[in-house]
């Protein structure tokens, strides 16, 4: 079976990837598709979330493992097939690629494809141009700052985009993310 996963970021409005990979492909298979796509170094730890419909993360897969003395489960991307997780179309994901600054894609699993297989992964579609890796960290840090010192300040002023524009409904954002509205 082959999923059809879409990538979207919430720093940059026109910004999407489709990607193509057999559901028998590692969680490391898809994250290096995705940073191949995206022309981000593999050189920085990353994680995917699994999320709920409102985008909160539960189940965590990560680069290595961290030796956690819990009694959850974990899970590696190297050795977790997607498909051990992965269990329904509209499937959400988080895929953390900036854990200084906690930046993250947004990820659903858009399609799948029973009876076809895939030998490596594929991005199908590219659209716009991906955030930057690597955030200045004094730039971030003086967002964070004005934002403590006027939480009220527009989204303008934080060169922020709240759903791809800079005029937004309430209602919208109660709502949640919506990843088919991008």
Excluded: H
């Excluded at 419909?53 to 030796?67: P, R």
Aim: charged share 30%.
């Amino acid at each position: 079976m082959v999923y059809r996963f879409k990538l979207v970021s919430d720093e940059v409005s026109n910004f999407s990837r489709e990607y193509e990979i057999d559901s028998t492909a590692t969680f490391l298979q898809l994250r290096n598709t995705i940073l191949d796509s995206v022309g981000y170094s593999k050189d920085d730890f990353n994680s995917f979330f699994l999320c709920d419909d409102d985008w909160q993360k539960n189940e965590e897969i990560t680069l290595e493992d961290m030796g956690s003395s819990s009694d959850q489960d974990i899970w590696v991307m190297g050795d977790t097939p997607l498909n051990e997780l992965i269990e329904e179309d509209g499937q959400r994901l988080i895929f953390v690629f900036d854990y200084m600054t906690d930046r993250a894609f947004f990820m659903e699993m858009k399609e799948s494809f029973p009876g076809r297989t895939l030998s490596d992964p594929i991005c199908v579609l590219k659209r716009g141009q991906a955030p930057a890796q690597y955030i200045d960290m004094d730039e971030f840090e003086n967002k964070i700052d004005q934002s403590i010192l006027n939480p009220v300040l527009p989204a303008e002023d934080l060169d922020l985009d709240i759903y791809g524009d800079d005029q937004y409904d309430e209602e919208d954002i109660a709502d949640g993310f919506d990843i088919n509205n991008l």
